[in-house]
């Protein structure tokens, strides 16, 4: 069973428009030691995974 991580507050919605720069979070702060993440997005379950090789594999 997957780990569940601990619910941080939401990002906020802005009702202007997004800035012209994104917002960047490491995969180190994603995954906190971990080699798998589940994400939540409009009701879907997606898995970030790392490879052996050290790559992102985002998968649904």
């Known amino acids: 069973m997957p ?3 601990p619910v941080q507050a939401p990002l906020t919605q802005q009702a202007s428009p997004m800035p012209a720069s994104a917002a960047r979070l490491s995969s180190e702060a994603l995954l906190r030691g ?12 997606y898995r970030l995974r790392l490879t052996i090789l050290g790559k992102l594999i985002l998968t649904k």
Not at 34 to 45: L, P, S, T
């Open 3 to 5: 780990t569940q991580l």
């Open 34 to 45: 971990r080699r798998e993440v589940e994400i939540e997005h409009a009701g879907q379950v």
